[in-house]
C-alpha cells in the first residue's frame, strides 16, 4: 500500500460502537432534552473516525501522567472508575478519582483553543458539560469539592480549579435526568428547531429528529417496552425482563414506538 492510502485508511476509518447499557451522566448538561432522550432509547448508533478513537486514548493515557504529577506533590489519587448510579439505574457514570477522600477529581485533555478559552473563562462558563458532569459527581458522592484538572495538549500546560459543589445545579440535574427516563412524549428541539441550528448540526441524533434516517431496530425503540427502575427494561409483551443483548437484537414482534414517529 502507498503511503496515502496507509495514511486514509488510518485516519478514516469508520467505528461503530454499540449503545452502552446506560446513559451517561458525563452528557448531562447537553442542553437538548431530545437528544439525551435519543440516546436513553438507543435511537441511533455512534460513529467516528479512528483518529477520534485515538484522541480518547490519548485522555486515557494523560490520565495515569497527570495522577504522577499529583503524587509527586502528596496527592493521593484513588476509586478510579469508581461507579455513580443516578436516577432509577439508568444514569451512571464512572470517575477518574477522588483525592485524600477529601474531593473529586476530573481529568481532562484540550486542544490549545479549548484550553486557552477555559483558562479565561474557568469551567463553568468554558466548560458548561464539564461542570454538570462533576456536579452530578459530588452531589452523588457528597462530595463539596472538585480539582478539575486539564492539560493542554500542544504544550503539556496544566491548568487546575476548584470547583465548588452547586446544590441548585445538582437539584435541576436530578428533575432533568428524571424527566429524560419517565417522560413519554419527545421534547421539543432546541433552538430554531432547525438542522441548520449550530448544535444540531454537530448532533449525533441528527439525522433521526429530523427524519433523515428512521430510529434503529431494538428493544429500546419498540413500541411494547417498558422503563423498569434498578436500570431494567421489560417487554410489555411477555413481562420479561431484557438483557442487554436482547434489547440489542429485538424480535419478530417490533413495532416502533409512537413516542419515536416524527
Request: net charge negative; charged share 25%; hydrophobic share 30%.
Amino acid at each position: 500500500m502507498s503511503e496515502s492510502s496507509i495514511q486514509d485508511v488510518l485516519n478514516n476509518r469508520v467505528v461503530n460502537s454499540e449503545p452502552r447499557s446506560y446513559s451517561g451522566l458525563s452528557g448531562v448538561g447537553n442542553k437538548c432534552y431530545r437528544a439525551l432522550q435519543y440516546a436513553h432509547y438507543w435511537a441511533f448508533k455512534d460513529s467516528y473516525s479512528a483518529r477520534v478513537e485515538r484522541l480518547f486514548n490519548v485522555g486515557h493515557a494523560a490520565e495515569e501522567i497527570m495522577i504522577n504529577d499529583l503524587q509527586s506533590q502528596g496527592l493521593t489519587v484513588h476509586s478510579d472508575q469508581k461507579e455513580i448510579i443516578g436516577f432509577a439505574g439508568h444514569w451512571k457514570g464512572h470517575i477518574d478519582g477522588i483525592i485524600d477522600d477529601d474531593f473529586l477529581w476530573e481529568a481532562k485533555t484540550h486542544n490549545d483553543k479549548s484550553f486557552s478559552d477555559l483558562k479565561k473563562k474557568r469551567v463553568q462558563e468554558s466548560k458548561p458539560l464539564h461542570y454538570s458532569q462533576v456536579t452530578a459527581y459530588m452531589g452523588y458522592l457528597g462530595l463539596p469539592q472538585a480539582l478539575y484538572m486539564a492539560i493542554n495538549k500542544n504544550n503539556s500546560e496544566y491548568y487546575l480549579e476548584y470547583v465548588d459543589f452547586d446544590e441548585d445545579h445538582f437539584k435541576e440535574i436530578k428533575v432533568k435526568t428524571a424527566d429524560i427516563i419517565t417522560t413519554d412524549v419527545l421534547f421539543k428541539r432546541i433552538g430554531t428547531g432547525r438542522p441548520s441550528w449550530f448544535e444540531c448540526k454537530f448532533c449525533n441524533a441528527s439525522d433521526v429528529c429530523f427524519g433523515l434516517k428512521k430510529p434503529e431496530t431494538n428493544c429500546r425503540t419498540c413500541q411494547h417496552v417498558n422503563v423498569l427502575d434498578k436500570g431494567q427494561w421489560q417487554c410489555g409483551k411477555n413481562d420479561a425482563i431484557l438483557s442487554v443483548d436482547e434489547q440489542r437484537a429485538g424480535c419478530s414482534d417490533y413495532e416502533l414506538s409512537e413516542m419515536l414517529k416524527n
